[in-house]
Nanobody, 116 residues
Framework: QVQLVESGGGLVQPGGSLRLSCAAS????????MSWYRQAPGKERELVAA????????NYADSVKGRFTISRDNAKNMVYLQMNSLKFEDTAVYYC?????????WGQGTQVTVSS
């Protein structure tokens, strides 16, 4: 049974930091590109960051470059999103996604709220 379980969301003040985690199971994690997406109320889901299956390549949305860092640990089947210098506009539900050439899996999401 494939599972992607996000954790680490919460309420944080502007300028603060959070680290999101995504625990994967039920598929060959090291063969999948992993990504973080987010969806704010009334907006389309958007790509935040992605990391290749080996971790050797990453890419980021322009809006988070220099503030967010995606990483993975293939030995633990985990992917992370370190979020620093958080802004009000980072408020959203954050989703973890895994994909290869044939399959795509999504987690249920974790809420991140940036508020003073």
């Amino acid at each position: 049974q494939v599972q992607l379980v996000e954790s680490g969301g919460g309420l944080v003040q502007p300028g603060g930091s959070l680290r999101l985690s995504c625990a994967a199971s039920g598929f060959t994690f090291s063969g999948y590109t992993m990504s973080w997406y987010r969806q704010a109320p009334g907006k389309e889901r958007e790509l935040v960051a992605a990391i290749s299956n080996t971790g050797g390549s990453t890419n980021y949305a322009d809006s988070v470059k220099g503030r967010f860092t995606i990483s993975r640990d293939n030995a633990k089947n985990m992917v992370y999103l370190q979020m620093n210098s958080l802004k009000f506009e980072d408020t959203a539900v954050y989703y973890c996604k895994g994909r290869n050439h044939f399959y795509e899996y999504w987690g249920q999401g974790t809420q991140v709220t940036v508020s003073s």
